[in-house]
């Protein structure tokens, strides 16, 4: 490789041991999300020797299953979207400590039957009464399940043996519901008990963003509004909403995404030091940056948003329809599939500094990127020479498709005369790790059967989020269909999104 010598610095850190003896309760278990992403994770984890040999999986789910037709459902998944190739060997040990209970999340026979299937997998798998639930359930389900293990005894600790839940996004659909739901479920556990995941706190990628700045002494001294410019935080997507119109629908793009996976990039690069690696430290300065978020009032809320809502057009080969003629999509309705904001960070670090965001599905390309750009260079020095303009100076995060960090200035041409041009420094996760096949999920599950938080979100942080965005969530609402920009699928998103950049003389990078 040619821009950096490939070199392996000292690789600090112990490796990591298998997790604690325990059960996972899938509630949710016939669902795409357990199929899809958590079996395969627990495959990965199981193959790379992470997860403990006292382990049990319990499926719960309304299905009348037998526990057979449960372990021969987890094999096809496992076949189906397992990344790499099987072994058949830690295959059958995963699906031989099975077990299924199938029942509705608010009925408590549901419960009397798990105690049973707990009793036995727990005696016969030497478990130690470890257990962990995993609500992958739609949202409603989140308060009956938290409401029954709390109340039926089955997520209390005792002899030692730790009981913690792990919840699915979205968490709560507002500020009032999540704050409620947070109500509900620290009146039956300890905030200790719950994991409330974001899958963008999975991906190397995001958590390399807290070590790129803090494992290294040169951005400190630059990373705050003496020296940047302004940040962009973008989320694009080609993918369309597919079969997911009824929950899309009611949801749209700001809620989807930014309360949770744009405010978490959005936190990571904002925070200040925590004092300590270690969740409470962690939690505490990412909750902080969020809550200083400025909240606009009336006039400026609409200023500093621009919705958007796809209309037919081709994405790549494909060729995409109208949003609103998706399957379970009212005709007329008026939920955005794309959010651009401009966010002002009320601190001292930030201030003045804009954090420009934005999401948005069936666009142009799949890329999500953090990037930071620098303040110019007088450009006194080049006034009387050929030069007549610097690049910019961009540290860009890329997080997906290519795990990359690059940097861009501005180098001399070779040549007599002075001539500039922007470069770009490029470091690629590939060339330096080897990485085995993962999803992200198997970070996440494995931190919480070690009992790790630092990657889940606190009720305050959760809400911070929420606080966040209702202002244009409550404009929203009340502007109806009025300001709803429309985009060609395959594009960059509406043109009102750019015109939000060039009001303050800047310019949005290239989705590509
Ligand atoms: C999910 C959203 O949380 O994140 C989806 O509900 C979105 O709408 C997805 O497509 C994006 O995740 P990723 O990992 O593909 O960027």
């Given at each position: 490789m040619q821009t950096l010598q490939k070199m392996r610095i000292r690789?600090?850190?112990?490796?990591?041991?298998?997790?604690?003896?325990?059960?996972?309760?899938?509630?949710?278990?016939?669902?795409?999300?357990?199929?899809?992403?958590?079996?395969?994770?627990?495959?990965?984890?199981?193959?790379?020797?992470?997860?403990?040999?006292?382990?049990?999986?319990?499926?719960?789910?309304?299905?009348?299953?037998?526990?057979?037709?449960?372990?021969?459902?987890?094999?096809?998944?496992?076949?189906?979207?397992?990344?790499?190739?099987?072994?058949?060997?830690?295959?059958?040990?995963?699906?031989?400590?099975?077990?299924?209970?199938?029942?509705?999340?608010?009925?408590?026979?549901?419960?009397?039957?798990?105690?049973?299937?707990?009793?036995?997998?727990?005696?016969?798998?030497?478990?130690?009464?470890?257990?962990?639930?995993?609500?992958?359930?739609?949202?409603?389900?989140?308060?009956?399940?938290?409401?029954?293990?709390?109340?039926?005894?089955?997520?209390?600790?005792?002899?030692?043996?730790?009981?913690?839940?792990?919840?699915?996004?979205?968490?709560?659909?507002?500020?009032?519901?999540?704050?409620?739901?947070?109500?509900?479920?620290?009146?039956?556990?300890?905030?200790?008990?719950?994991?409330?995941?974001?899958?963008?706190?999975?991906?190397e990628t995001v958590?390399n963003i807290m070590v790129l700045r803090f494992a290294n002494g040169l951005f400190e001294p630059i990373w705050n509004r003496h020296h940047i410019d302004h940040v962009q935080i973008t989320v694009a997507?080609?993918?369309?909403?597919?079969?997911?119109?009824?929950?899309?629908?009611?949801?749209?793009?700001?809620?989807?995404?930014?309360?949770?996976?744009?405010?978490?990039l959005?936190?990571l690069v904002a925070?200040?030091?925590?004092?300590?690696?270690?969740?409470?430290?962690?939690?505490?300065?990412?909750?902080?940056?969020?809550?200083?978020?400025?909240?606009?009032?009336?006039?400026?809320?609409?200023?500093?948003?621009?919705?958007?809502?796809?209309?037919?057009?081709?994405?790549?080969?494909?060729?995409?329809?109208?949003?609103?003629?998706?399957?379970?999509?009212?005709?007329?309705?008026?939920?955005?599939?794309?959010?651009?904001?401009?966010?002002?960070?009320?601190?001292?670090r930030w201030?003045g500094v804009p954090f420009y965001l934005r999401?948005?599905?069936?666009?142009k390309a799949r890329r999500t990127e953090v990037a930071i750009e620098f303040k110019q260079a007088p450009f006194a020095m080049f006034r009387d020479t050929p030069v007549d303009q610097l690049a910019q100076n961009f540290l860009v995060m890329s997080i997906q498709p290519d795990e990359c960090i690059g940097l861009q200035f501005n180098a001399k041409v070779p040549g007599p005369t002075v001539t500039i041009a922007g470069v770009n420094m490029a470091f690629n996760y590939r060339d330096f790790f080897?990485?085995?096949?993962?999803?992200?999920?198997?970070?996440?599950?494995?931190?919480?059967?070690?009992?790790?938080?630092?990657?889940?979100?606190?009720?305050?942080?959760?809400?911070?989020?929420?606080?966040?965005?209702?202002?244009?969530?409550?404009?929203?609402?009340?502007?109806?269909?009025?300001?709803?920009?429309?985009?060609?699928?395959?594009?960059q998103?509406?043109?009102?999104?750019d015109?939000?950049m060039s009001?303050d003389g800047r310019r949005w990078r290239p989705i590509a």
């Amino acid at each position: 490789m040619q821009t950096l010598q490939k070199m392996r610095i000292r690789q600090t850190g112990t490796a990591a041991k298998p997790a604690d003896p325990c059960t996972l309760v899938i509630f949710g278990s016939s669902g795409d999300m357990a199929h899809r992403l958590l079996v395969p994770a627990l495959y990965n984890l199981a193959a790379a020797g992470l997860l403990p040999d006292c382990f049990a999986l319990v499926g719960v789910a309304r299905a009348d299953s037998t526990e057979e037709a449960f372990r021969a459902d987890l094999e096809n998944s496992l076949r189906q979207y397992a990344i790499g190739r099987l072994n058949e060997d830690v295959m059958g040990r995963l699906l031989s400590c099975t077990a299924y209970v199938c029942g509705d999340a608010d009925d408590p026979a549901t419960y009397r039957k798990l105690t049973k299937a707990l009793e036995r997998v727990e005696r016969v798998r030497h478990t130690r009464h470890n257990r962990l639930f995993y609500l992958a359930t739609p949202p409603a389900s989140f308060a009956p399940i938290g409401r029954n293990l709390g109340e039926t005894g089955l997520a209390r600790e005792e002899n030692g043996a730790w009981r913690r839940i792990i919840i699915e996004k979205p968490f709560g659909i507002d500020l009032a519901s999540a704050q409620a739901l947070n109500r509900e479920l620290l009146e039956l556990l300890d905030e200790r008990q719950i994991y409330r995941i974001d899958h963008y706190l999975g991906k190397e990628t995001v958590q390399n963003i807290m070590v790129l700045r803090f494992a290294n002494g040169l951005f400190e001294p630059i990373w705050n509004r003496h020296h940047i410019d302004h940040v962009q935080i973008t989320v694009a997507e080609t993918l369309t909403v597919g079969n997911r119109g009824r929950f899309y629908d009611a949801t749209g793009a700001l809620r989807d995404m930014v309360p949770n996976h744009l405010f978490q990039l959005l936190s990571l690069v904002a925070m200040e030091p925590p004092t300590r690696f270690e969740a409470h430290a962690v939690r505490s300065e990412k909750a902080h940056a969020l809550d200083a978020i400025h909240v606009p009032r009336d006039g400026s809320v609409l200023r500093d948003c621009v919705r958007g809502q796809y209309v037919a057009a081709r994405v790549g080969d494909n060729e995409v329809e109208d949003y609103r003629k998706t399957k379970d999509v009212a005709p007329d309705s008026t939920t955005e599939t794309y959010v651009a904001l401009k966010l002002m960070i009320d601190n001292w670090r930030w201030a003045g500094v804009p954090f420009y965001l934005r999401t948005g599905k069936a666009l142009k390309a799949r890329r999500t990127e953090v990037a930071i750009e620098f303040k110019q260079a007088p450009f006194a020095m080049f006034r009387d020479t050929p030069v007549d303009q610097l690049a910019q100076n961009f540290l860009v995060m890329s997080i997906q498709p290519d795990e990359c960090i690059g940097l861009q200035f501005n180098a001399k041409v070779p040549g007599p005369t002075v001539t500039i041009a922007g470069v770009n420094m490029a470091f690629n996760y590939r060339d330096f790790f080897d990485s085995g096949p993962s999803s992200g999920y198997e970070t996440l599950i494995y931190d919480c059967m070690t009992g790790d938080a630092i990657l889940f979100q606190r009720a305050d942080g959760i809400e911070a989020g929420w606080r966040a965005v209702q202002p244009f969530l409550d404009a929203w609402h009340q502007a109806g269909s009025e300001g709803l920009a429309a985009y060609k699928a395959g594009s960059q998103g509406p043109a009102e999104a750019d015109a939000l950049m060039s009001r303050d003389g800047r310019r949005w990078r290239p989705i590509a």
